[in-house]
């Protein structure tokens, strides 16, 4: 793997799951971290003084709210002035929610709108301006098998994902000569609190078992039949932050258990 030392990451959503993994392992690689993300304060300066004392590197962590604008621009700002820079921007917050479309709440619709899809526009707004001064810059959107396919009951998601695709290859376009590359990477189902939070939704939409839903919704989907793991991920986001991945730029790579090839 790429040493990333000297190197400073943003990682929103980072109190859980697939983003708790990601900056473990940019940690790992040397990065100081931004974790980002809601959670019980006592566990979140767990993981963070854990990330400290386990990778010799800073951690600090922005409450901003990814609904915010303002507040993601703070957090931005955060990794800049306590870090020295904000070389590398993960995009990964997200929520999930199953409904017919036509009782989808207003409310869920707007929050995954804003949350999966607005605060990664946000996010790179305010980041890119210092990687373009520094001349090098990493942004990684996590986006979903569900910006390639779609699945019944996921309308909101299914939007948001298949726009942070198109988010992912224009910024990559725009940032192709100043050396900062923009990818998506879009997990197949990975077993994370958003994945099990969705089981009885899904449950009750389709009028399955649990153990249904795991074996006939989530593993039929993926021809390996097996979950994805977070640190599988994570393991493909240190590698396109690596210079070895610098020609690797508006990519969506896929690690689904070959979902989508399907
Ligand atoms: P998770 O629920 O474990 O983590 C979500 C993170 O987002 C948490 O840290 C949470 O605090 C944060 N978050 C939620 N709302 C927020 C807000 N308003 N402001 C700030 N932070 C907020 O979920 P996960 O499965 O690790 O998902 C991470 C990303 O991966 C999401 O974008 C999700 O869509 C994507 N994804 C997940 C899977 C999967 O199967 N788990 C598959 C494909 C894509």
Redesign the pocket.
Known sequence: MSSLAGKAAVV?????????AYARALARAGANIVL????EPADIEKERSGIEREFGVKAVHSP????RPDEIEQMVRLGEKTLGSVDILIN?????FVSPVEEFPLDKWD?II???LS?AFHAIRAAVPGMKARGWGRIIN?????SLVASPFKSA?VAA?HGIAGLTKTVALELATHKITCNAI??????????E?QVPDTMKARNMTKEEVIKDVMLLAQPTKE??T?EQVAALAVYLCGDEASQITGANLSIDGGWTAA
Do not use: C, E
């Not at 996590?142 to 569900?146: D, I, L, N, R, V």
């Open positions: 929103t959503g980072s109190t859980s799951g697939i983003g708790l980002n993300g809601m959670g901003a709210d990814m609904t990964n917050a997200g929520i999930q929050a804003a949350i999966n605060s996590t986006a979903s098998a569900h998601y994902k879009s997990p197949g189902y990975v077993w994370t609190p958003l994945v939070r979950f994805v977070v």
